[in-house]
């Protein structure tokens, strides 16, 4: 929830804060949506969404690394709950347009690629490929060569938004999750408490044994040492076994007796030995109890 109202002290640089926001690339009279926190905004723009996202104030920190940095700087100073619009040229927002990074690739050089191996793989105008640990998109392709831009895919565009800043994120707690967010995602799955000094992460089922969460995790935790200053960070991964199930109605499996010792009489043949003595029984009515054997005769 945000922790300030609207009238209070403008944001500065490396604040937590709840965002809303809308960004548009805009090139003489066309324009695209970049990203927005808006559901509606989204559909009526056809914006192709990641399985999983939520719209809504997105935990932000300003002057971090999500937004380009001429953007991340144009947020410095915003009043909480009012909504401001601004726009950037493209030195501001994603960079000119470098015609340097458009390069050529023989069709044989794609067609190795570990994308292109896949059963469903497909190669068209538009398809991203990553090229000696660069990501770029297909401009244009024949039968033998393959165009190839490895520029941002909003350079050289201005870049027109909208934002309002819901409140500043101040419980240390929501800070460790926001953080998680930024870093990682998921971030209102995972449980955080802090006591003594000592921030305690519980890592929730999804991530445990998700790669993305083990990459991400060192950079989490040396966010939440530089904000929180913290004397201790414990990760907690809780793993519980399954215990199966009987069916319903199933009643369990006789014990089956245990055999007699070797040597020992027959369950139905009495001991050898004196018969017991009728006085041994017990005062609860039980059977009597069997007398102890004579001892042998010198």
Do not use: C
């Amino acid at each position: 929830m945000p922790s300030a109202a609207k009238g209070a002290k403008p944001i500065e640089d490396g604040d937590l804060v709840r965002l809303e926001y809308d960004l548009w690339a805009e090139t003489g009279d066309r324009t695209e949506l970049v990203d927005t926190t808006h559901e509606g905004v989204a559909q009526e723009a056809n914006l192709k969404v990641p399985t999983g996202y939520t719209f809504g104030p997105h935990p932000h920190l300003i002057g971090g690394e999500y937004f380009p940095a001429g953007i991340e700087s144009a947020l410095v100073g915003l009043p909480i709950g009012d909504e401001v619009e601004k726009v950037f040229p493209p030195a501001e927002a994603f960079g000119p347009r470098d015609p340097k990074l458009i390069e050529l690739f023989g069709m044989h050089e794609i067609e190795r690629l570990p994308e292109m191996r896949r059963d469903d793989a497909t190669l068209d105008i538009g398809t991203v490929l990553t090229i000696r640990g660069r990501r770029g998109r297909v401009v244009t392709l024949t039968a033998a060569r393959v165009r190839v831009d490895f520029n941002p895919p909003f350079a050289g565009r201005t870049i027109r938004g909208k934002f309002r800043v819901d409140g500043r994120i101040d419980e240390p707690a929501e800070q460790v999750r926001a953080l998680i967010d930024l870093t990682y995602g998921h971030g209102p799955e995972f449980g955080a408490d802090i006591a003594d000094g000592v921030v305690t992460v519980r890592v929730p089922d999804r991530s445990k044994f998700d790669l993305a969460w083990a990459a991400s995790k060192p950079r989490i935790i040396d966010r939440i040492r530089s904000r929180l200053k913290p004397k201790s960070i414990r990760i907690v991964e809780e793993y519980v076994t399954p215990v199966a199930k009987e069916p319903a109605g199933k009643a369990p499996p006789a014990a089956e007796p245990a055999s007699p010792p070797e040597g020992a009489p027959p369950a139905d043949e009495p001991p050898a030995g004196p018969a017991p003595h009728a006085t041994g029984a017990h005062r609860s009515g039980g059977r009597p109890k069997p007398s102890p054997p004579a001892p042998d005769a010198p």
